[in-house]
C-alpha cells in the first residue's frame, strides 16, 4: 500500500469536534434506561437518533467505530483525503449527518461493541475492556450491511481483500494499492472504488467483471424505472469514466488467485471468459467484491424472523414500514432492513423514530412522514434494475473442491458436501461436525456461503436449509469483559460512567 497525502496535524485533529467528543467519551455518564437506543451510528442510525432527540426523547447511540459515519461516510470528519472530487459527492453529502448528530442532545457512546440483547431488551455492550448493561424502552437496531462472501480459491491469500476493506484505508488513512492492481467482481462500489483510486493518485491495471450476461434479461424490465432514477447519469458517468482509464473485461465465468510458492503471497489472478478462453495476469492487489448484504446477525440474535430474498441472495429481515419488527420494542433502519443505499437508509432511519415518537411522545414534532416516504421512494427508484443486474454468478458463491468456506475455522467446500452426504440437513447441525460459523466472525463471512453450498446438494431452496443460529455473545469478548457487568440492579439504575 502506498499513502498519497499527509495525515492532518495534531491541531487540526484537536479542533475537530468528532475527535474532541471522542475523548469526552472517556468520562461521559449516560442514562442506563435511556427512552431510545440507537445501535450504529451509519445514515440510518445518525437519523434515527437526532430525531429521536429532536423530539425530546432520551436518546443513546452506540457504535463500533470512533467516529459516526458508518461504513459508507467513514471517517468523514478527518478523512485525510480533503479534495471532495477524490471520493465524491456522495461521500461528503454524509457530513450534514454527522454535523447534526454533534449538535444534537443524543448521548453518543464510540467504540461501543454490542454483544447481546435479551429478551427483556438489556442491552450488553463492552467498552474500553468493560462491559455494561442499558435497558432501553425502544430499541433501534441500524448495524448497515456487509460485503457479501466472495470464496474463490485463494481468496485467503495475503494480498488479497475485499474492495470494501481497501476503500475504508483510502477514507481513514489516505492509503491506496501500490503495484498491480486488479478489481474483479460485481456491483457499483466495484466501478467506484476504482474511480477513486484513480482520484487519489492509485492504480488500477484491470477489472475483471463476474457480472453473468444472464442477468440483462431479468433486469430488462426495471429499465425506465432505473433511467428515471438518481443512479442513471450518475453510475453512466461513472462507468464511462473508469473505462476510459482501465483495461475490462467483461464474461469472467471463473476467478482464482494463485500464490508465488515461496512466500505465500498473491503472484497471480487465473481467469476464464465466457468463450472457455483461459487468462492470467501478474498482480500485487486483488480486490474482490460482489454486492452487499444486510448485516443480521444481532437481528437474528435478538430473534427477528428472516427470509430468504431469491433477488438478492441474501436472509432479510421482516419489518413493517416503518421498521417494526416482530420483537417487542425493537425497530430495524437501514440497510441491515434490506439494501438500499446512503440516502434510504436515512429515510429509513427517520421513519423508525418516527413511529418511535408516536409511541413515546404523541404530542412532539416528528419528521413529516409524507415528505420522508418521497423522498425514500425517489432512492429507492432503480433498485430493481440494480439487484437483477448484478446478481452474482452462482460460480462465485457457491465454490467446490479445496476452497476455503469458513475462514476462521478453514473448512473447505467439499468438507461442506461430505458432511451433507452423511445426512446432514442444515448449517446448525453442521457446527458439530465441522465448527463452521463458530469462530471469532460467527458466520458473518461463510454463513450465506454454507446455506447454498448445502441447499445445492440437497437440491432444495436456502430457505428450506436455513441459516445459522446466533447465540450471545454476538462479538468476541473476554471473561474479563464478562466479569465486569454490574452484578445487581442498584450499580446500574442511574447511569454508566464511561
Given amino acids: 500500500m502506498s499513502e498519497p497525502g499527509l495525515a492532518p496535524s495534531k491541531e487540526a485533529f484537536l479542533r475537530d469536534p468528532s475527535v474532541s467528543s471522542r475523548i469526552d467519551d472517556q468520562a461521559i455518564e449516560i442514562p442506563t434506561t435511556p427512552d431510545v437506543l440507537v445501535i450504529g451510528a451509519g445514515p440510518a442510525g445518525m437519523a434515527a437518533a437526532r430525531a429521536c432527540a429532536q423530539a425530546g426523547l432520551v436518546t443513546v447511540i452506540l457504535d463500533e467505530q470512533a467516529a459516526p459515519g458508518g461504513q459508507i461516510y467513514r471517517s468523514i470528519s478527518h478523512t485525510p483525503l480533503q479534495e471532495r472530487h477524490v471520493l465524491g459527492a456522495d461521500y461528503w453529502h454524509g457530513l450534514s449527518l454527522v454535523q447534526g448528530l454533534h449538535s444534537s442532545a443524543v448521548h453518543r457512546v464510540a467504540g461501543a461493541a454490542v454483544w447481546n440483547i435479551s429478551p427483556e431488551r438489556e442491552v450488553a455492550f463492552s467498552k474500553s475492556g468493560r462491559s455494561y448493561l442499558l435497558r432501553p424502552r425502544r430499541i433501534i437496531v441500524a448495524t448497515g450491511a456487509q460485503e457479501r462472501p466472495f470464496p474463490i480459491e485463494g481468496w485467503t ?93 467483461t464474461g469472467v465465468t471463473q476467478l482464482r488467485a494463485e500464490s508465488d510458492g515461496q512466500m505465500g503471497r498473491l503472484a497471480r489472478v487465473h481467469w476464464h471468459t465466457s468463450d472457455g478462453t483461459a487468462h492470467q495476469q501478474a498482480v500485487d492487489t486483488l480486490l474482490l467484491h460482489q454486492g452487499v448484504v444486510p448485516q443480521t446477525n444481532l437481528a437474528m440474535a435478538i430473534g427477528v ?67 420522508v416516504r418521497a423522498e425514500l421512494a425517489r432512492w429507492m427508484r432503480g433498485r430493481a434494475f440494480l439487484d437483477h443486474w448484478y446478481r452474482p454468478a452462482d460460480a462465485m458463491r457457491i465454490p467446490t473442491g479445496d476452497t476455503v468456506v469458513c475462514r476462521c475455522e478453514e473448512i473447505t467446500a467439499q468438507q461442506v458436501v461430505d458432511t ?8 446448525n447441525q453442521m457446527k458439530s461436525f465441522l465448527r463452521c460459523g463458530m469462530g471469532p466472525c460467527q458466520g458473518r463471512l461463510c454463513s450465506l456461503t454454507v446455506t447454498e453450498i448445502m441447499a445445492q446438494q440437497r437440491g432444495v431452496s436456502p430457505a428450506e436449509v436455513g441459516h445459522y443460529r446466533l447465540r450471545p455473545p454476538v462479538k468476541p469478548i473476554s471473561v474479563g469483559e464478562l466479569a465486569t457487568l454490574p452484578q445487581d440492579e442498584a450499580a446500574t439504575k442511574a447511569v454508566v460512567r464511561l
Fill in 157 to 249: 491469500l495475503p494480498g488479497v481483500m475485499t474492495a470494501g476493506g481497501a476503500q475504508i484505508l483510502l477514507k481513514s488513512s489516505g492509503v491506496v494499492p501500490a503495484g498491480k492492481t486488479v478489481l474483479a467482481g460485481c456491483g457499483p462500489l466495484l466501478w467506484l472504488l476504482a474511480s477513486q483510486l484513480l482520484a487519489a493518485g492509485g492504480r488500477v491495471d484491470l477489472i475483471l467483471d463476474t457480472t453473468p450476461k444472464k442477468n440483462r434479461a431479468s433486469a430488462w424490465p426495471h429499465v425506465v424505472e432505473f433511467l428515471t432514477s438518481p443512479y442513471a447519469l450518475k453510475g453512466l458517468g461513472l462507468w464511462l469514466g473508469v473505462h476510459r482509464k482501465v483495461r475490462v473485461v
Fill in 305 to 371: 424472523p428472516h427470509r430468504w430474498d431469491e433477488v438478492q441472495l441474501c436472509w432479510q429481515p421482516e419489518v413493517d414500514d416503518f421498521g417494526r419488527s416482530a420483537v417487542e420494542g425493537v425497530w430495524l433502519a437501514g440497510d441491515g432492513a434490506g439494501i438500499g443505499g446512503a440516502q434510504a437508509a436515512a429515510c429509513r432511519g427517520q421513519l423508525a423514530a418516527l413511529s418511535i415518537i408516536r409511541e413515546l411522545a404523541p404530542s412532539a414534532l416528528t419528521p413529516d412522514e409524507t415528505t
Fill in 420 to 427: 451433507v452426504g452423511l445426512g446432514c440437513t442444515g448449517p
